[in-house]
């Protein structure tokens, strides 16, 4: 079995891509309200502060602030997987691997993490987060979409409201993945 290496840096900024086993499901917002309650749960436990967030379907994309001295993100995601898929039922289409661990086979095991570099790199992952429905066109607009922190940002003046047009006004080479 291999062994993937994660950055440790207490304290620091990471960017996620968390991401449900099968990419064509909508468990996610169909489910907001049991995502919501894992989330806040894990935060109550072991405290983290969330810079940006959005909830689309198939997977999710956050930024965290760890606390001084703390760098175990992955405590966290972890928290937050299984309580999300406490009580959901299992996929039909798990694999031995998953089955043998007792896993639900809802979430992909891994996820993406990127460590923020400065204040540009900063912007620009907030940026990707609230664009990213328009980008999967979800909706339009990015204030169209409900499960996100532009409208934290819009309410506390750091966007207008008429950010993130459409995807034909996407700015060339700015939100690809």
């Known amino acids: 079995m291999s062994r993937y290496r994660r950055v440790c840096i207490e304290g620091g900024w990471f960017f996620f891509t968390v991401t449900l086993a099968d990419r064509s499901s909508d468990l996610l917002v169909r489910h907001i309200e049991r995502l919501r ?3 806040s749960a894990a935060r109550r436990r072991d405290p983290f502060e969330t810079i940006a967030i959005c909830v ?9 602030a760890l606390p001084p001295n703390d760098a175990d993100f992955s405590r966290r995601w972890n928290l937050i997987k299984h309580d ?3 009580g959901l039922p299992e996929n039909p ?9 007792r896993e639900k086979g809802i979430w ?17 992952h907030i940026d990707y987060i ?3 429905p328009v980008k999967h066109r979800l909706v339009t607009r990015a204030c169209d979409w409900p499960h996100s922190s532009f409208h ?4 506390q003046g750091f966007l207008p409201i008429d950010w993130g047009g459409d995807v034909a006004q996407m700015p060339s080479g700015r ?3």
């Open 130 to 132: 609230h664009f990213n």
């Open 56 to 64: 689309l379907p198939d997977h999710m994309h956050a930024i965290w």
């Open 84 to 86: 999300f898929s406490c």
């Open 175 to 177: 939100f690809g993945e």
């Open 37 to 39: 309650a894992a989330y």
């Open 93 to 101: 289409e798990r694999t031995r691997s998953k089955i043998a661990r």
């Open 108 to 124: 992909q095991r891994r996820y993406w993490e990127h460590a923020i570099r400065g204040d540009a790199d900063l912007s620009r």
């Open 152 to 155: 934290r940002y819009v309410k």
